[in-house]
């Protein structure tokens, strides 16, 4: 978590001892995949692609589809791909609520998500307004998300912001279906060209700061570095 060296400095330790190194992307599995036309054709695909876990707020997404259907909006389809111990409860309220306009499916390989998600044309990260993000984010998913080079909203509650900090799409308060809802609809309004420019500054975000291949060579030179100061310890 990028905050953590906070946690550090409350429990009387020295934040300067830290170093983030964030998830990365590796780029490599998204050669040759398609890329984004900006959702050309309606109905746009809103794509969820992780856990459904205690800390996840998928469940919104699943009432913000439910404001899509009640308002007769059938211009947006939901796909929620993962699994977890709030898969069951999510698809329940989908089912009392007869929401024709959601897809389940089950967990996919971490090495399938790439292309998978040339099928979205929206991805959404939602987690739930916790303390366990008091130090920050730093979700697999949404790293992910912005190397497809698709326009992302995200739902939560954090200091930091991939989402924001990129210019990718809209971020919104946690636990709130109406504004997801609202998130959407202002992505629906945009033109192909527009989805696609946000998609665009996702990518650039995560090729400059999130490359794996960067953050390892960073990792390595800490590495080193750790056991050269250890070494001038001993022979002191």
């Keep these: 978590m990028p905050f953590i060296y906070q946690h550090v400095s409350e429990s009387g330790s020295n934040p300067e001892k830290v170093t983030w190194i964030p998830n990365g992307v590796n780029f490599e599995r998204y050669s040759g995949l398609d890329t984004y036309d900006g959702g050309e054709n309606l109905p746009l695909v809103a794509m969820y692609v992780g856990g459904f876990g205690n800390a996840h707020d998928v469940i919104t997404i699943v009432r913000a589809a439910r404001i899509f259907q009640q308002n007769g909006n059938d211009k947006y389809r939901f796909v929620l791909i993962g699994d977890g111990v709030k898969r069951s409860e999510c698809r329940h309220e989908a089912s009392l609520h007869a929401l024709s306009n959601i897809e389940f499916r089950d967990p996919i390989p971490k090495s399938e998500v790439p292309r998978v998600q040339m099928e979205a044309d929206i991805l959404i990260a939602a987690v739930l307004d916790s303390a366990a993000y008091r130090f920050g984010l730093n979700l697999n998913k949404m790293f992910d998300y912005l190397a497809s080079g698709r326009p992302v909203i995200f739902s939560g509650n954090a200091p930091n912001d991939p989402v924001a900090e990129s210019g990718a799409g809209f971020s919104i308060p946690p ?62």
Excluded: C, W
């Excluded at 709130?176 to 998130?183: I, V």
């Excluded at 696609?196 to 990518?203: S, T, V």
């Design 175 to 236: 636990e709130d279906p109406e504004a997801m809802a609202g998130a959407l609809q202002k992505l629906l309004d945009m033109s192909p060209a527009e989805r696609i420019e946000l998609g665009k500054r996702g990518r650039r975000y995560v090729e400059n700061a999130f490359d794996i291949k960067k953050l390892t060579e960073h990792m390595e030179v800490l590495l080193l570095q750790a056991i050269n100061d250890k070494e001038k310890m001993n022979a002191a």
